[in-house]
């Protein structure tokens, strides 16, 4: 019910089948409240996570339809050619009431799921409602419109689509009602803002391929390339260590539907074809220990993998809705798709996209039920101790995004977990009297570990598990079970992430206050930033950077002048990444947000010796 109320059965009207898609939408409302959720907020949710997944498989239909990665199966309803060729195969299907059309576009979705999994997926409980006959043939009405008939070959589309998802009326409700986001949700839909093409190059222009221009000592094909870069007179570029392409990390902490990785993708093609050619002393992976040329002997060969090896090696990206993994995702899957084409590749001889590093930043799992019966089942028991200690730092997540620094608390852990093992390993009778283990050590269980290399492997040893306990379940029991490892599964993938450190970070990051939910642990993170969210990126982002990486970011101008952010300008800007490149844009530059903005990119400086 819509305010929240769920009877404990389903009626005796339901078949079989409803009665095993009702006990799958109360799982999904269930796991909304065990992740704190109101009853009525719970079943709202569900209801917008089902409608907005609904129309983003159909305009994804649209676009993959415009490349001709599908069959017509949208543009005439079920006039067309794919549902006739269907029909032929099964001449039962043509059913008044829709059904026939219904399971052929949801076999689609299940071959379409391989691959873009994150929206396809129709195990995903948003699957389980499916629009009725007049609403479906609205919703193609509008899609099939003669006026957007030219949007559908656009990468960026589908990102339009989720600016708008939300109107102009539920913001202005949100701040009417309270002055700073109250949840996660609030804070993404006040901050959907889509940052223009020539904003996007202009930072991707100055940061990964100035990056790349000095690196290879001011010449480069990207010099014609990118047409925002600036390059003043006499500007010493170098010297900058060169990389080979798959060692360059690029991410974007606040990415939305994934423009700037959109864009740097383009880049990277150059950059990557560019170093095959190299005809000096190329670069060598980090690794294969081999060069671009050693590892794909002609270039059709890295043309064919260049898609995957830029998904896979380079671009990055965390947001807190998620709904713009699905975006996201897909229009990477698009952009890779395109790639392939271009260089000749057929459908059928392109490898599979296996995963792009897309991370929905969340709370992990909020049923402390399904926590125990998990961790009770990790094998070695240090697991167990890792995966509740992850649970725990991670409930802000969904507040702070990429602001949470998880990964500081983790460490430590595994730090301390390595000491003792390698301890417990020199001392095979046990410990010396009065060398035992502190009490915080002993906590770790080291029983049943064998080798040092586990801490090297233990997300991949967690997702292992994972993906056995979800498959050992049925009914609303599997639905919940697999919720939680959906969680999880981000949850271990974020915290791997934010390990890392990147060469070029791109953001358009949220501004104003931060959640409520979150704001002491916010302010006593953030003590030089806690004024506004956006100089908090900032300084995270500064902070996930290489020595002498590149930042780029557009945001609103107030940090450069107002004596408020002085600790920002003085500690951030001037001490640990001072300006590149500025670009003052004034208003009207995010479409309705009331705000001046800056476009700039800083460069980290050199670590000082310790």
Known sequence: MADGRVPP???????????????????????????????????????????????NRFVALKMLEARALVQECVTRGDASSGFAEFCGLAPGMRLTDGGGYRLYLECVFDELSTEVKVLFDRRDPASALWPRRQTLDALLAVLNAENLAGIWAEDETIGWVYQYFNGQDERRRMRDESQAPRNSRELAVR????????????????????????????????????EYLVR????????????????????????????????????????????????????????????????????????????TLILENNLHGVDIDPRCAQIAALALWLRAQRAWGNAGVRAAARPRVRRTHIVVAEPMPGDRA????????????????????MVDEMRLAGELGA??????????????????FVRQQQEPNGFLPGLEPTQRQSALDLSGIDDDDFFHEAEARMADALGIFAEVAT?????????????????????ELLRWRFDVVLMNPPFGAGSLAAKSEFERGYPRTKNDIYAAFVERGVELL??????????????????????????????????VVFADLGYGVLDSAMVEVAAYCLEKCQEEAS
């Open 232 to 307: 003043p007179e006499g500007e010493d570029l170098g010297p900058r260590t060169k990389k080979d392409p798959r060692d360059l990390r690029i991410l974007d902490p606040a990415c939305g539907s994934g423009h700037f990785l959109l864009y740097a993708f383009d880049l990277l093609i150059e950059i990557y074809e560019e170093e095959w050619d190299e005809p000096g002393e190329p670069a060598k992976s980090s690794v294969t220990r081999r060069t671009l040329r050693e590892d794909y002997a002609t270039i059709d060969d890295l043309r064919r993998a260049l898609p």
């Open 9 to 55: 059965h389903g009626g005796p009207h339901l078949s079989a089948r409803q009665q095993t898609l009702r006990d799958r939408i109360v799982a999904a409302i269930d796991h909304k409240r065990a992740a704190g959720m109101k009853p009525a907020e719970a079943v709202a949710d569900y209801l917008r996570d089902a409608a907005f997944t609904t129309l």
């Open 370 to 389: 399904l926590v125990d019966e998990f961790a009770g089942r990790i094998e070695p028991p240090l697991l167990r101790d890792l995966f509740r200690k």
């Open 403 to 420: 602001l949470l620094r998880v990964e500081d608390a983790i460490a430590e852990d595994l730090r301390q977990a390595r000491a003792a």
């Open 546 to 579: 290489r020595p002498r990486g590149l930042l780029g970011a557009i945001t609103s101008r107030t940090g450069f002048f107002l004596s408020s952010f002085h600790q920002w300008r003085e500690e951030v800007l001037l001490k640990e990444a001072p300006p």
């Open 191 to 226: 901050n959907q803002f889509f940052t223009p093409r020539y904003v996007v190059q202009f930072l991707v222009d100055n940061t990964l391929g100035r990056m790349w221009l000095e690196m290879r000592g001011g010449s480069s094909r990207l010099v014609g390339r990118c």
């Open 475 to 495: 009914g609303g029991a599997a639905t919940r079970r697999r919720l939680f490892v959906d969680d999880a599964t981000q949850g271990v993938a974020l915290i």
